[in-house]
């Protein structure tokens, strides 16, 4: 019968607990008489390091008699005795479906039951398939393996894929996060979503002069200002901020500024002399093109932009190139009229509005000053006979006058 006792033992030696549970060899092993050994007993073979179980009902295998390697490493439900190419099993211990591969128990991809997802260097999986990810704790990223060797994964991620602005402009951030360690992070403003290559991103120069970033340079996660000025232009635009690590990982960061509505306003009303015959009105706008309108007997001298005639075709008049599709532009128009011979002033308007939408419109009065008043007679003397009669004097005069 059994040996008991009321109390554990405590051994702190560097032998087997019981000789059964520790073989030299292979061969020490499988002489081991079969009497002597209880089913499914497990041992640890020095000669190979691996971990055989007892089964008294396993076939006698010429090198490990019926002791067989234990392909389960976390433990788990019974390993199938002499499993076939295929055949699989589920580990408990580990939750993995096994595979018997003919040689060992693997997972679905082919790596090793126990291999671990995480930990440190030294922990780092072994025989495992090309591609498999592990997250190393000591260094804080994940990797591959490549066949030959653990490379790391290199992620650069953006908070936005997009940042839209107003015409008016202003400051708005994002957040760039990465782990890539000592890697410095260049940010690049281009005008085209593009790949840069190394050198170009060292640059780290702004193509789009109206949009700006605190910083070019970084490392790690950051966070990045961006600042734009304000626009005149009718249409948005746009441009591309390039994220990338010296790695060569890279990402995009698209910014949008809206167009400003269309408008039309006046730099001022000239006052002009009475002897002038000529005025010059200017204009800002943004429209596409534009219908001008001349009040009071005036007439349309020239009308230009940057010095160059517009040209005008029914009453419309349309700037080559569409200056207003990207920014403001001063239409500048000379207007002809008369000296002003009267003494009250004279006021002529100018007006300039969208060809579309007419409550787009701004108008400038000239204002032309009263000529002096004037009065005179022809002759200047009458004579008469000293019969007397008649004769007549031409009165020439711009203001009312009276004889006495």
Same mark, same amino acid.
């Given at each position: 019968m059994a040996v008991q006792y009321i109390d554990n033992l405590s051994y702190k030696g560097k032998k087997p607990n019981f000789e059964r549970d520790q073989f030299k060899t292979l061969a020490e092993m499988k002489a081991f008489s079969e009497a002597d050994i209880d089913e499914g007993h497990s041992s640890y073979c020095l000669e190979d390091g691996?971990?055989?179980?007892?089964?008294?009902?396993?076939? +006698?295998?010429?090198?490990? *008699?019926?002791?067989? +390697?234990?392909?389960?490493? *976390?433990?788990?439900?019974?390993?199938?005795?002499?499993?076939?190419?295929?055949?699989?099993?589920?580990d408990t211990k580990?939750?993995?479906?096994?595979?018997?591969?003919?040689n060992a128990w693997v997972d679905s991809m082919g790596n090793p039951l126990d291999s671990k997802r995480q930990g440190t260097t030294e922990e780092r999986p072994q025989g495992v398939q090309v591609g498999y990810i592990y997250y190393n704790t000591e260094e804080e990223f994940f990797e591959a393996w490549n066949g030959n060797a653990w490379v790391p994964i290199t992620y650069l991620v953006t908070s936005v894929n997009q940042i839209t602005f107003s015409s008016d402009g202003g400051d708005m951030p994002f957040e760039v996060f990465s782990n890539a360690k000592g890697t410095v992070i260049y940010f690049f403003i281009t005008s085209k979503k593009k790949q840069m290559d190394r050198e170009k991103l060292r640059e780290a120069r702004a193509i789009a002069g109206w949009a700006h970033l605190d910083k070019k340079t970084g490392t790690g996660n950051g966070t990045v200002q961006v600042t734009v000025d304000a626009y005149l232009g009718r249409n948005a635009r746009n441009t591309a901020i390039q994220v990338a690590t010296n790695g060569g990982v890279s990402k995009s960061v698209s910014v949008v500024q809206s167009g400003k509505a269309i408008y039309i306003t006046k730099e001022s009303d000239p006052n002009v002399g009475a002897e002038a015959t000529t005025a010059t009105v200017k204009f800002k706008t943004n429209v596409e093109k534009f219908k001008l309108g001349i009040g009071n007997s005036g007439t349309v001298g020239s009308v230009k932009i940057n010095n160059v005639d517009v040209p005008e075709a029914g009453g419309i008049y349309t700037p080559a190139g569409d200056p207003g599709a990207s920014g403001e532009y001063i239409v500048t128009v000379v207007v002809n009229f008369a000296a002003n011979g009267s003494i009250q002033n004279k006021q002529y308007t100018v007006k300039v509005s969208d060809s579309v939408n007419a409550e787009v419109s701004a108008t400038a009065t000239i204002t032309q000053s009263a000529a002096d008043s004037n009065l005179t007679v022809s002759p200047g003397q009458l004579t008469f006979e000293a019969t007397g009669g008649s004769k007549t004097i031409t009165?020439?005069?711009?203001?009312?006058?009276?004889?006495?």
């Open positions: 691996k971990r055989y179980t007892f089964k008294s009902s396993n076939s +006698v295998d010429p090198t490990t *008699g019926r002791w067989r +390697v234990e392909n389960n490493p *976390g433990g788990g439900v019974e390993v199938p005795s002499n499993p076939q190419p295929g055949q699989t099993y589920f580990v939750n993995k479906l096994g595979i018997w591969n003919g009165i020439t005069s711009n203001d009312s006058w009276t004889i006495s």
